[in-house]
């Protein structure tokens, strides 16, 4: 068996692992699964993520779960955007894990009443307390984007695919956003790159 993933498209965690590995040109799979695709709870899917979550990579006989550590395994495996060296590949790690434990829990309300809730169940509150805590988040990038071209210096590294399409889902939501021309550039260039389509060219779900 090679490379097999489990996820639904429109979970943010399985495409930040797609667009990785369309960018390393790996052919790679794909099974629906989670939400109305159902599967992750069956014995057999339990069996290899107890989480009962999307994604789930099988690399053989190897199964991984947890997005970020799937896109770190691709990129090491394929030997392109991995850092080799240390400082740097820390850094890229930093950026992942920021995406994961505090860029994401900030936007995240703000998309599941955007686009997850019914209109008339929709918490204003909610969302404008996720704008709240974003928006400072966005001119941190924002900053850190005018001295650099990609997260963890001036290549692609694994860095970027969760901060991407982080992005891809925060620019989606119906409400105003105000310019960066950092963040901007930032994210056109990957709108621009052929190993986004079929990810962030979709709208959310």
């Known amino acids: 068996m090679g490379l097999h993933l489990w996820g639904r498209l429109s979970s943010i965690n399985v495409r930040k692992v797609v667009l990785c590995a369309q960018w390393l040109g790996l052919a790679l799979p794909r099974t629906d699964a989670g939400m109305a695709h159902g599967v992750v709870d069956t014995p057999g899917y339990r069996a290899l993520n107890p989480n009962g979550l999307v994604p789930l990579l099988q690399d053989g006989d190897f199964a991984l779960w947890e997005s970020n550590a799937i896109v ?8 392109r955007g991995y850092p080799a060296d240390l400082r740097q590949r820390a ?7 920021w995406q994961q434990t505090t860029l994401n829990r900030a ?27 974003t928006e400072p988040l966005l001119d941190w990038l924002d900053a850190h984007l005018a001295q ?37 550039r930032y994210f056109e260039h ?6 986004s389509r079929g990810v962030l060219d979709l709208p959310l779900q």
């Open 148 to 184: 650099r071209a990609f997260m963890a210096g001036t290549e692609a590294t694994m860095a970027d695919f969760p901060i991407v399409c982080e992005l891809h889902r925060w620019f989606g939501l119906p409400q105003p956003r105000r310019a960066r021309p950092h963040l901007d």
């Open 190 to 195: 990957w709108l621009a790159q052929p190993c």
């Open 91 to 97: 850094d890229a790690d930093r950026w992942m894990d």
């Open 72 to 79: 770190r395994h691709l990129c090491a495996r394929e030997g």
């Open 107 to 133: 936007g995240g309300p703000a998309f599941v009443q955007w686009i997850r809730t019914p209109a008339e169940r929709r918490d204003h509150a909610a969302i404008e307390a996720s704008v709240r805590a």
